[in-house]
């Protein structure tokens, strides 16, 4: 399924949802993961209500998740590595399903390609 969002600027934004995302691996668990979801984009909808220190905007100007220098969501608590503002999280981090197709995806994707410097540990 494709969607198409607008930015403030006026740009169109599409995305697309995957026919098997509603398929979850219970063997994948967040607790054996480094928080792969947390370098992912979040766009932000008008009603989450995040922090603003923890807000920023993409080159459309659409409102998201602040990212540290390190690439890594603002929000990330690295000691722990959770989300820092998890009561206040942002709509798409509640909706993105652990072990969901996308999920094991991105998982994958960073197991064989570390993103931009960001350290992988595999467990």
């Known amino acids: 399924m494709n969607a198409r969002i607008k930015s403030p600027a006026g740009t169109a934004v599409s995305y697309a949802s995957r026919p098997d995302d509603h398929v979850v691996d219970r063997t994948v668990s967040c607790s054996r993961c480094d928080a792969v979801c947390c370098r992912l984009t979040v766009v ?54 652990m072990g969901s197709a996308y999920c094991r995806d991105e998982r994958a994707k960073y197991m064989f390609e570390p993103a931009k410097g960001i350290p992988l540990r595999v467990i």
């Open 44 to 97: 932000l909808l008008p009603a989450d209500d995040v922090p603003a220190q923890f807000v920023g905007h993409d080159e459309r100007g659409l409102r998201v998740m602040a990212r540290g220098a390190d690439g890594w969501c603002s929000a990330l608590d690295h000691e722990r590595m959770c989300c820092g503002i998890y009561e206040q999280r942002p709509s798409i981090c509640r909706k993105f399903a």
